[in-house]
């Protein structure tokens, strides 16, 4: 199911959900039972967690505005462990 959003000149807009390519481009209105258009619009990311939005918004802003860095930030130095197979290699 999908949902596709109408436009009522006199009630304002309202949702519908309807199969996947089954919508008309008129339907009728809910409360006044006139004809209504169909409005398309960017799909809505209510139903994404506040993680995946909060991404998506982040995102969205660095399009316009970049972060910029002035250096490499710090980082914590991992310790190399030395490969398993060396420690069988014949030590002189």
Not at 63 to 80: C, N
């Amino acid at each position: 199911m999908a949902t596709y959003e109408y436009l009522c000149s006199r009630c304002g807009p309202f949702d519908v959900k309807l199969a996947i390519g089954t919508a008309p481009k008129a339907y009728g209105c809910p409360v006044c039972a006139g004809a209504a258009r169909r409005v398309y619009t960017s799909p809505g990311f209510t139903s994404a967690s506040p993680t995946v939005a909060a991404l998506h918004e982040r995102e969205e802003r660095s399009r316009d505005a970049p972060a910029v860095v002035s250096e490499v930030p710090p980082g914590r130095r991992v310790p190399r462990r030395p490969h398993p197979a060396l420690s069988r290699l014949p030590r002189p």
